[in-house]
Structures are given as structure tokens and as C-alpha cells.
């Protein structure tokens, strides 16, 4: 076991259980998908996801906006539609933003807007052998859940960084980068940089999406357009407004009355 020191936060080792860490890092999402062509909308969000089909023809292209196999779909910072094939049943594991790293060893920036095969990271043959598994069995969760476990990396998390994680999910994304890095008693050029290598993003594009989906939140919730517009931190609507229009390409108004969601919703 690597060792750990006072500015570090040491999440899973011989104390605790993998199934419980595993329960600590990641989601599980059964999305919906009954028609013969289904497209989403996705809107930008910290986590990496990872989407495994197990059943459904596979007959659309493997490209860029396709789930025709198991495949990881990175951090956006920017609106992006996505493709299932026909009749495609999948489970997607939404990853915690700071739990990418004890599974790809590659920089996780390097994953942002991306939707790249799993078979890009892990053997192909090892990939391969999962999706056929996936097709056939009864148990779905169990198989996930070991290929999950049987690729996790012990590593530790900077606590600098893990406390900011909560001061910007506390204050909604309503807060400065050159602040957090006071908070954690780092200089923000080594703050941005340990951040970027935990999470992928930098600090500014995780507050900004913490701060946009807060504010999707409460439109969800069905919040008066005003309040939504003070309470994200906007001063007056118009701004909030061709905020909102740039990211989803839709005014506020029209995406309360629209299909457009978050990738799980």
C-alpha cells in the first residue's frame, strides 16, 4: 500500500471494503430507452460517465456521438447530443468528479468532451470479453461491479483539493478560484494545477458547471425565472439569460417547456 501523509485523504486500503468505496464513487443510472432512434441532449456537467449497452441491435457507427459499445463520455463543458442504437438497453456508472483518477491512469483532461470506446484505456480483449458477458447474463450490476473493481488504483486525493470540492458545492458555484486556493493555503498557481490533475477540468470550468446546474436545478424545481436568476448569481435576467441560451442554445423559458435534460433526466 502506497504511503499517505498529513495532505492527503486516503479513500479505500485493508480497512475499508472495495464494495463500500465503490458505493462512495459511483452511480448507477437505468435510463430509458424504448423507441427505435433515441437522442439526448446533454448539457455540461463534472462528471465522467460510463455507458455499458447490453442489449439492443448495434447497428449505428461507432463514432464520436454513438453508444454502439461500452464507452467512456468525459466531462463537458459544452452541449453535446448524443445517439443510442436501436432499441439499446444500457447502464450508465456516473463517476464522482474526483473519482475518475482510480480508474484511468490517463490525464483526465484529456477526456473532457470526448466519447471514446472503453478499448481506448482498457485491453481490448478484456473489453471485449465484458460486453459478451454483459449480453449474457441475468446479472448486469455484479459484472459491472467487478470489471469496476478489478481496475480500481490506490491513490490518494489531496485534502486541499477535497475540501474545495465542498466549498463549491456548498456555495453553489457562487465562488472565486483565487478564494479557494486561499482556503486551502495554496498558491492558486499550485491550486489549479493539483485540481486540473485530480478532476480534469480546472477550477474555473468545474465552478462554472456548478454553478449552471444549480441553476437547472432549481428551473427543474420549477423556481420563478427571477429567483433562479439572483440565487445563480446573476444581477439582472437578460445576463442569466444569454448565459443559459450560449451553453444549451435555448432561452430558459424554452428549455422548461422542451425534452432537453441532464444526461440522467
Not at 10 to 23: A, C, E, I, M
Not at 117 to 125: Q, T
Not at 135 to 147: C, E, G, Y
Not at 244 to 262: A, D, V
Amino acid at each position: 500500500m502506497a504511503p499517505s501523509n498529513n495532505n492527503t485523504v486516503r479513500l479505500f486500503s485493508d480497512k475499508y471494503p472495495v464494495h463500500g468505496f465503490l458505493n462512495r464513487i459511483i452511480d448507477i443510472v437505468h435510463p430509458s430507452i424504448n423507441t427505435d432512434f433515441y437522442k439526448r441532449n446533454i448539457l455540461p456537467d463534472n462528471s465522467i460517465n460510463i455507458v455499458f449497452p447490453y442489449a439492443g441491435e448495434q447497428t449505428y457507427p461507432n463514432t464520436d456521438n454513438y453508444f454502439s459499445t461500452i464507452r467512456i463520455c468525459g466531462q463537458l463543458t459544452q452541449k453535446k447530443e448524443y445517439h443510442t442504437s436501436i432499441s439499446t438497453r444500457a447502464i450508465i456508472v456516473k463517476l464522482q468528479p474526483w473519482a475518475a483518477g482510480f480508474f484511468f491512469k490517463e490525464p483526465l483532461h484529456e477526456l473532457i468532451n470526448a466519447n471514446i470506446p472503453l478499448s481506448a484505456i482498457f485491453p481490448e480483449s478484456k473489453v471485449k470479453s465484458l460486453e459478451d458477458e454483459l449480453k449474457n447474463t441475468n446479472d448486469l450490476l455484479n459484472v459491472i461491479l467487478k470489471f469496476l473493481q478489478a481496475h480500481l488504483i490506490e491513490k490518494s486525493i489531496d485534502k486541499g483539493i477535497f475540501h474545495s470540492l465542498q466549498l463549491i458545492e456548498r456555495n453553489n458555484g457562487e465562488i472565486r478560484v483565487d478564494k479557494l486556493a486561499r482556503s486551502v493555503y495554496q498558491s492558486k498557481r499550485n491550486f489549479e494545477r493539483k485540481f486540473r490533475a485530480t478532476m480534469g477540468l480546472t477550477p474555473k470550468q468545474f465552478i462554472q458547471n456548478s454553478r449552471f446546474q444549480y441553476a437547472l436545478r432549481m428551473l427543474k424545481m420549477g423556481l420563478p425565472l427571477l429567483d433562479v436568476t439572483y440565487r445563480s448569481g446573476y444581477y439582472d435576467q437578460s445576463h442569466f439569460g444569454a448565459d443559459f441560451k450560449r451553453i444549451t442554445g435555448l432561452t430558459p423559458e424554452q428549455y422548461e417547456c422542451s425534452n432537453l435534460s441532464h444526461f440522467y433526466y
